[in-house]
Protein backbone atom coordinates (compact mmCIF):
# COMPACT_ATOMS: atom_id res chain seq x y z
CA UNK A 1 0.00 0.00 0.00
CA UNK A 2 0.83 3.92 -0.14
CA UNK A 3 1.95 5.49 2.98
CA UNK A 4 2.97 8.70 4.19
CA UNK A 5 4.10 9.35 7.79
CA UNK A 6 4.53 12.49 9.60
CA UNK A 7 4.01 13.45 12.86
CA UNK A 8 0.84 14.05 14.27
CA UNK A 9 1.98 17.47 16.36
CA UNK A 10 5.02 19.23 16.84
CA UNK A 11 5.29 22.47 19.37
CA UNK A 12 8.29 24.70 19.33
CA UNK A 13 8.96 28.70 20.18
CA UNK A 14 8.29 31.79 18.75
CA UNK A 15 11.73 32.91 16.90
CA UNK A 16 13.04 28.80 16.92
CA UNK A 17 13.65 26.74 14.59
CA UNK A 18 11.59 23.69 14.13
CA UNK A 19 12.10 20.60 11.30
CA UNK A 20 8.55 18.32 10.32
CA UNK A 21 9.95 15.15 8.65
CA UNK A 22 7.78 13.20 6.04
CA UNK A 23 8.31 9.57 5.05
CA UNK A 24 7.19 7.77 2.39
CA UNK A 25 6.60 4.58 0.87
CA UNK A 26 4.66 4.71 -2.58
CA UNK A 27 4.33 3.07 -6.31
CA UNK A 28 6.80 5.59 -8.06
CA UNK A 29 8.28 9.04 -7.36
CA UNK A 30 7.15 12.34 -9.55
CA UNK A 31 8.06 14.85 -6.33
CA UNK A 32 6.74 15.76 -3.37
CA UNK A 33 4.93 18.66 -2.00
CA UNK A 34 4.67 20.78 1.17
CA UNK A 35 1.32 22.89 2.08
CA UNK A 36 0.75 24.68 4.98
CA UNK A 37 -3.34 24.95 6.16
CA UNK A 38 -4.36 27.00 9.28
CA UNK A 39 -7.16 26.03 10.63
CA UNK A 40 -10.45 25.96 8.60
CA UNK A 41 -9.25 27.49 5.72
CA UNK A 42 -7.74 25.48 2.35
CA UNK A 43 -4.38 24.64 1.95
CA UNK A 44 -1.33 26.58 0.43
CA UNK A 45 1.68 25.88 -1.42
CA UNK A 46 4.66 25.91 0.29
CA UNK A 47 7.42 23.75 -1.95
CA UNK A 48 8.26 21.15 -4.40
CA UNK A 49 10.92 18.64 -4.68
CA UNK A 50 11.76 16.43 -6.83
CA UNK A 51 15.24 16.08 -7.14
CA UNK A 52 17.46 15.17 -3.65
CA UNK A 53 18.77 18.40 -2.21
CA UNK A 54 17.81 21.69 -0.06
CA UNK A 55 15.30 24.02 -1.26
CA UNK A 56 15.23 27.24 0.30
CA UNK A 57 12.69 30.05 0.05
CA UNK A 58 12.69 32.84 2.80
CA UNK A 59 12.36 31.09 5.90
CA UNK A 60 10.98 27.98 4.76
CA UNK A 61 13.28 25.16 3.21
CA UNK A 62 12.51 21.74 2.15
CA UNK A 63 14.72 18.46 1.63
CA UNK A 64 14.30 15.62 -0.66
CA UNK A 65 16.19 12.29 -0.56
CA UNK A 66 14.55 9.92 -2.37
CA UNK A 67 16.63 6.82 -1.76
CA UNK A 68 15.68 7.25 1.87
CA UNK A 69 11.59 8.11 1.21
CA UNK A 70 12.49 11.25 2.93
CA UNK A 71 11.73 14.85 3.30
CA UNK A 72 11.75 17.20 5.73
CA UNK A 73 10.20 21.41 5.80
CA UNK A 74 12.47 23.60 8.22
CA UNK A 75 10.99 26.76 9.46
CA UNK A 76 13.52 29.16 10.59
CA UNK A 77 12.79 32.29 12.98
CA UNK A 78 9.16 30.80 13.94
CA UNK A 79 6.53 33.05 14.12
CA UNK A 80 3.16 32.72 15.94
CA UNK A 81 1.53 33.31 12.47
CA UNK A 82 3.50 30.08 11.38
CA UNK A 83 0.83 27.75 13.55
CA UNK A 84 -0.91 25.50 11.06
CA UNK A 85 -0.91 22.17 9.77
CA UNK A 86 1.63 21.29 7.41
CA UNK A 87 0.78 18.92 4.61
CA UNK A 88 3.45 16.23 3.02
CA UNK A 89 1.79 14.96 -0.42
CA UNK A 90 3.91 12.83 -2.91
CA UNK A 91 2.72 12.25 -6.17
CA UNK A 92 3.70 8.85 -7.24
CA UNK A 93 4.04 6.96 -10.74
CA UNK A 94 0.65 7.69 -11.92
CA UNK A 95 0.70 10.88 -11.18
CA UNK A 96 -2.27 10.41 -8.54
CA UNK A 97 -0.93 12.74 -5.45
CA UNK A 98 -0.79 10.88 -2.12
CA UNK A 99 -1.62 13.29 1.07
CA UNK A 100 0.00 12.69 4.72
CA UNK A 101 -2.60 13.20 7.83
CA UNK A 102 -0.66 16.65 8.31
CA UNK A 103 1.24 17.83 11.01
CA UNK A 104 -0.16 20.47 13.30
CA UNK A 105 2.69 22.81 14.66
CA UNK A 106 1.87 24.56 18.00
CA UNK A 107 4.22 28.12 18.35
CA UNK A 108 4.59 29.30 21.80
CA UNK A 109 5.27 32.44 22.68
CA UNK B 1 -0.64 35.23 -9.20
CA UNK B 2 -2.68 31.54 -8.88
CA UNK B 3 -5.65 32.66 -7.09
CA UNK B 4 -8.45 29.75 -7.26
CA UNK B 5 -11.63 31.40 -5.92
CA UNK B 6 -14.31 29.19 -4.42
CA UNK B 7 -17.86 29.94 -3.50
CA UNK B 8 -20.22 30.32 -1.61
CA UNK B 9 -17.59 29.74 1.70
CA UNK B 10 -20.27 28.72 4.41
CA UNK B 11 -23.39 27.17 3.61
CA UNK B 12 -25.78 25.71 5.97
CA UNK B 13 -29.62 24.17 4.55
CA UNK B 14 -32.22 21.56 4.93
CA UNK B 15 -31.95 17.97 4.18
CA UNK B 16 -32.89 17.52 1.25
CA UNK B 17 -31.95 20.21 -0.83
CA UNK B 18 -29.05 20.18 -3.51
CA UNK B 19 -26.20 22.36 -3.28
CA UNK B 20 -24.08 24.08 -5.83
CA UNK B 21 -20.27 25.21 -5.14
CA UNK B 22 -18.35 27.14 -7.69
CA UNK B 23 -14.78 26.83 -8.33
CA UNK B 24 -13.04 29.57 -10.46
CA UNK B 25 -9.47 30.29 -11.61
CA UNK B 26 -9.21 33.54 -11.56
CA UNK B 27 -5.64 34.43 -13.26
CA UNK B 28 -4.49 31.22 -15.42
CA UNK B 29 -6.27 28.27 -17.26
CA UNK B 30 -7.38 25.28 -15.59
CA UNK B 31 -6.44 22.61 -17.32
CA UNK B 32 -7.25 20.69 -14.67
CA UNK B 33 -9.14 20.72 -11.50
CA UNK B 34 -9.39 19.20 -7.99
CA UNK B 35 -12.57 18.26 -5.57
CA UNK B 36 -11.94 16.88 -2.13
CA UNK B 37 -13.52 16.68 1.21
CA UNK B 38 -11.87 17.17 4.57
CA UNK B 39 -13.44 15.75 7.93
CA UNK B 40 -12.33 17.84 11.20
CA UNK B 41 -8.72 16.87 12.28
CA UNK B 42 -8.14 14.80 9.22
CA UNK B 43 -6.18 15.01 5.71
CA UNK B 44 -7.67 15.85 1.91
CA UNK B 45 -9.56 13.25 0.37
CA UNK B 46 -9.49 13.32 -2.84
CA UNK B 47 -13.22 12.92 -4.35
CA UNK B 48 -12.90 13.70 -8.25
CA UNK B 49 -10.37 14.61 -10.78
CA UNK B 50 -11.79 16.93 -13.60
CA UNK B 51 -10.63 18.28 -17.01
CA UNK B 52 -12.02 20.87 -18.83
CA UNK B 53 -14.70 19.35 -21.37
CA UNK B 54 -14.75 15.81 -20.30
CA UNK B 55 -16.15 14.03 -17.87
CA UNK B 56 -14.58 13.80 -14.46
CA UNK B 57 -12.94 10.73 -12.71
CA UNK B 58 -14.34 9.88 -9.50
CA UNK B 59 -12.38 8.23 -6.77
CA UNK B 60 -13.51 4.92 -4.99
CA UNK B 61 -16.16 5.52 -2.71
CA UNK B 62 -17.86 8.90 -4.31
CA UNK B 63 -21.07 8.24 -5.81
CA UNK B 64 -21.18 10.24 -9.29
CA UNK B 65 -24.74 10.64 -9.04
CA UNK B 66 -24.85 12.29 -5.75
CA UNK B 67 -21.40 14.87 -6.23
CA UNK B 68 -21.94 15.95 -10.06
CA UNK B 69 -19.24 17.57 -11.28
CA UNK B 70 -18.92 20.16 -14.04
CA UNK B 71 -15.63 21.69 -15.58
CA UNK B 72 -17.28 23.43 -18.50
CA UNK B 73 -14.51 25.88 -19.60
CA UNK B 74 -10.70 26.52 -18.64
CA UNK B 75 -11.45 28.43 -15.34
CA UNK B 76 -14.77 27.46 -14.11
CA UNK B 77 -15.74 23.81 -12.06
CA UNK B 78 -18.77 22.95 -10.18
CA UNK B 79 -19.63 20.67 -7.67
CA UNK B 80 -23.39 19.92 -6.79
CA UNK B 81 -24.07 18.17 -4.09
CA UNK B 82 -27.71 16.42 -5.11
CA UNK B 83 -30.13 15.73 -2.13
CA UNK B 84 -27.72 16.53 0.54
CA UNK B 85 -28.40 14.79 4.27
CA UNK B 86 -26.64 15.31 7.71
CA UNK B 87 -23.91 13.09 6.62
CA UNK B 88 -22.84 15.24 3.98
CA UNK B 89 -21.18 17.95 6.19
CA UNK B 90 -18.19 18.35 5.31
CA UNK B 91 -15.42 20.85 4.75
CA UNK B 92 -15.12 20.71 0.38
CA UNK B 93 -12.37 22.17 -1.15
CA UNK B 94 -11.26 22.55 -5.06
CA UNK B 95 -8.11 23.14 -6.08
CA UNK B 96 -6.75 23.95 -9.71
CA UNK B 97 -3.55 23.20 -11.98
CA UNK B 98 -2.32 24.74 -14.64
CA UNK B 99 -0.12 22.55 -17.31
CA UNK B 100 1.16 19.13 -16.42
CA UNK B 101 1.07 16.80 -13.63
CA UNK B 102 4.46 18.52 -12.22
CA UNK B 103 2.56 21.83 -11.23
CA UNK B 104 1.54 22.76 -7.93
CA UNK B 105 -2.05 22.09 -7.04
CA UNK B 106 -3.35 25.49 -5.89
CA UNK B 107 -6.29 25.83 -3.38
CA UNK B 108 -9.59 27.56 -3.73
CA UNK B 109 -10.26 28.92 0.58
CA UNK B 110 -13.31 25.66 0.89
CA UNK B 111 -17.05 25.96 1.47
CA UNK B 112 -18.08 24.70 4.54
CA UNK B 113 -21.59 23.04 4.25
CA UNK B 114 -23.41 22.06 7.28
CA UNK B 115 -26.56 19.91 6.63
CA UNK B 116 -29.28 19.95 8.82
Known amino acids: GQNIDQPTEMTATEGAIVQINCTYQ??????LFWYQQHAGEAPTFLSY??LDGLEEKGRFSSFLSRSKGYSYLLLKELQMKDSASYLC??????????WGAGTKLIIKP | GAVVSQHPSWVICKSGTSVKIECRSLDFQATTMFWYRQFPKQSLMLMAT?????????EQGVEKDKFLINHASLTLSTLTVTSAHPEDSSFYIC????????????FGDGTRLSIL
Open chain 1, 89 to 98: AVKDSNYQLI
Open chain 1, 49 to 50: NV
Open chain 2, 50 to 58: SNEGSKATY
Open chain 2, 95 to 106: SARSGGEFQPQH
Open chain 1, 26 to 31: TSGFNG
